[in-house]
Structure formats: structure tokens, C-alpha cells
């Protein structure tokens, strides 16, 4: 229904007639949907590419589009710096994927130069040149800097803090949507992206940012999952805390914390990686959106040219670190059995989450088909796997390597309206 809606998307978010939809709200119309036929999906399926537009509705009453006028004076653009005085980015992620030590032109951040074109036949391409997402006025409560687990690492205690927004202009339970910042598996910045972060939570559900261990740490990927289900549990035994549902929970992550999404949500039902508190609660999760992730690190650089590659695949470097731990002198290049257990698609199971997956045609700093063969695993596997292609845009935010532009891709309606109709679809 998404792909073929995808015109209807464009014309609804142009007009700035829309409004923004509740999760029940939404639930009503899907029931319908189900109920009344083709020509009535239809409708709903027009209905649904208004959900995600703030810029014409009335977000704390569920306005209809003839309130557009009276709205409109109650949305603005988003906030981009978090209410604490950090330094939360607009949009994407508040680095790349540093992942090599030489041959990068941002600070040692391999950027490739061609990027080969790849198949985009099973999935959507969409041209994210519309308008910006715009934030209501009404109320989020936030809270930050709350410890959610601390692990110890090579005998180093680490205190993991989150920041959590919880919409109070809907009352009851909401869904609950854990965010994981990308940082190219060397930072973690729970601050970041603040903006989108905040649009999400306008549309209804508890938004909840996280900080996880990276190299910097002497971590591997396996310790930043365990962070993630850590962070899942915590958040599921205070579910009554944060007005959270806990039955309904998706990951949403970018770069590194895209890759992390992915594998989570592959991993539900298996315990190896559920390591720490609140044991006696799920990890698992019922959505997940990945934005231009990693997959599969021996192909990271597979679309690039030769010198792109060559930096990615430096022996010892970030992303060999991730997997082998620290100290390695390996390179992610050779696909080890080390390498293809850090890979989602092997992880992927009966109990898999739905997934949507986004990639930037431009990006050169992970290779577009990393998460194309993520999502043609998926459906290979049975599992409900959907793919946007953003065409020209790059890896969300660069702003560090001097380009301020390529974030706004990925904070457009359009966008971040395919993002919203997911989680109103798999998270009841």
C-alpha cells in the first residue's frame, strides 16, 4: 500500500492540507480499511501520506484539514539543540562512519568518490525535495541523563544514560520508539538529531534516545546490542513511569545506530545478548527502522571506488575494532565467521520484526547496497521488509565535514512520513 501510495504521499504533503494522526486515530482508519474494499484502501492510503504532515494540522486535538489555518500557527520548525544545553544536530547523525585511520578527507573518514548505481526494483524511490517536518506547540515533557544500565567494559564501569520525551497531549499508554544515534561505531551523542526525535514524539508515542558503548570504549558490536535490549528492559519495567505501552516498542536507528536497530530486531528471542538487569523483561520489539545502516562489513565499501575501499578496509581500523575488539590487526574485509556473526542477515529468525529500510542513492560513506541485501535477506526469509531509495541524498548529516545541506533530505515530510506510517502499521 506504501509503494503504491507513494504519489498520493507527495501531492497530500504539498499541499499542506494535512493532519497529524494519533496512533488510535490511525487504528480506527486501518480497521475501516480492512472492512471497506479497495476503494476505500485507497482513501485511507492518501489518508495515511497526511498522517506525518505537522505543518497543516492540529496536533494536540487531532484537528481535521480544515483547521489547517488555525494549525498552522502552532507548529515551527523543529528544535535543534537538546533542552540541556546539548549539542543535538538537526537531522542524521552528528558524525559518518569513520572506519578508516588513512585515506578519509574528514578527519580520516573514508569518502568515496564514485558510487556504483544498484538495483532499486524491490524498492520505493522517492525525490525527498519537499518540505521540511515542522513541530506542534504542544506538550512533550523530557527527561535527561537517566542511567538505564551501567556495564562494566575490560574492567570499566560505564554509567548509560538516556533522554526520554513522553507527548502529553494524548492521554493512556503510548507506543514506545527507542532511538540509537550513528557515530561510526566510536560515539555515541544520545543528544543528537534532536529535531526528528521530537517530530516523532509529536505524533504520539514515548521517544526514547539512547547512548551505547562503542570502540572508544573497548566494545564490539556485541556489547551495543546488549546495550540496546539493556535499554528495552529498563524502559518495559517503567513502563507505568513513562506512560509507555509496553506490547508495542520499535528501534529506529541511523548509521551505526541503524545498524544496531537492525540487529535487535533479528535478534528477538535470542537471550545471548540479553546480559544485565531487569532480566525478568522482554527485549523483543515489533518495528524496526534503519537508516542507511551498516549489514554486512566485508562489503561496506563495495559500491565505492578503489581508493574508498582500500581506507575501509584498513587492518585495525574502527570497524574491525567493533568486531574483533580492541587491539585487532585484522580487517573487516575477509568475511570471517567473526564477520558473519556481526552480520543481521544471519541473525534473522521466525520472531524477525517488520523492518523499513532508508538509503541515500548518493551516499558515500556506506554503500547503498548494504541495506539493500539486508532487506532482500528479509524477505527471503518471509519477513515484512520495505526499502526507500532518497534520491541524491547522502548519509544523513555531514555538517562536520563542511556539507549542510544533507541532512534535509531525511528531515522532509515525505521522508519522515513513510517512518511515521510505519510504526502507525506495526505498532498498535
Known sequence: MLENGGMAHRKARDTGQARQARPGSWRDAWKGTRKGGAA?????????????????????????????SSASARTAACPTTAAGGGTGTSSGTPTGMPSGATGGNAGNIPVAKTIKKSDTSTSTVIDPTGAQIKCATSGITTTNDITYSSPTTNGKKSDLKLDIQVPTSTSGKKPLVVYMTGGGFSMAD???????????????????????????????????????KSAIRYLRANADKYDIDPDNVAVWGQSAGGYLAAMTGVTNGDKSFDIGDNLDRSSEVQGVVDEFGPADLSTLAADYDTAAQKANYTAGNTAAQWVYGPGTKKSIEDRTSQIAAADPSTH???????????HGSADNLVSPSQTLNLHTALRAKGIDSTRYVLTGAGHGDLSFTGDTSAAQPWSTQETMGHIVDFLHEHLS
Open 348 to 358: 534473522i529468525n521466525s520472531r524477525t520484526a517488520p523492518f523499513v529500510l532508508f
Open 190 to 228: 544520545r543528544t543528537a538529531n534532536l529535531s526528528q526525535r521530537t517530530y516523532v514524539a509529536d505524533q504520539g508515542y514515548v521517544v526514547a534516545s539512547i547512548q551505547y558503548r562503542t570502540v572508544t570504549n573497548g566494545a564490539t558490536y556485541k556489547d551495543a546490542v546488549a546495550d540496546v
Open 40 to 68: 476505500i484502501a485507497a482513501t485511507v492510503a492518501v489518508w495515511l501520506s497526511l498522517a506525518a504532515c505537522s505543518s497543516g494540522g492540529d496536533s494536540s486535538s487531532g484537528g481535521s484539514a480544515s483547521d489547517a
